[in-house]
């Protein structure tokens, strides 16, 4: 799959925000397999219009999500999805941002409504000063909704 990735100026705090129109190339490559998926979900983009604020430096970043599920039967998977982030405009030493980990998930129906709960912990490897903290602990529900590609 292939896109635009973006974000709108919105934020009213700028000391963790940019105020610009960032734009850029979106593209998604993947595999289903009989024992999973694995794939990658990356974008690079930059700011494409005039800075509200002056003093806001320039962006051009690239990420990559990488996706990757191993099931296990009965609904568990083995999963990791790090977001790996490389600020181009970034200073020296303070460009990358890279987690290693994984976590366990789980399909399940309650109700009538099908859900994966799913929780990682990612360490950083090397992350920038700015954003990034040693550890990440993400615990997540998503709905699952059925394609071609859903087993019974």
């Known amino acids: 799959m292939y896109g635009i990735a973006g974000q709108l100026p919105t934020s009213s705090d700028t000391s963790n925000a940019r105020q610009q129109l960032i734009l850029g190339p979106q593209l998604n490559i993947g595999k289903v397999t009989d024992w999973g998926v694995y794939g990658a979900l990356m974008s690079h983009v930059f700011d494409v219009a005039e800075k509200r604020d002056k003093g806001t430096p320039d962006t051009m970043m690239t990420t990559i999500q990488t996706y990757f599920s191993y099931g296990l039967g009965n609904g568990w998977q083995l999963v990791s999805s790090p977001l790996i982030r490389y ?29 994966k709960v799913s929780a990682e912990v990612q360490k950083y490897v090397v992350s920038t000063d700015r ?18 590609f859903t087993r019974n």
């Open 131 to 148: 954003f990034d903290s040693d550890w990440l602990f993400k615990f997540t529900v998503s709905p699952v909704f059925p394609t071609k």
């Open 87 to 115: 600020d181009w405009k970034g200073d020296s030493g303070n460009k990358l941002s890279l987690p290693l980990g994984g976590g366990i998930a789980k399909t399940m129906k309650i109700g009538s409504m099908p859900l």
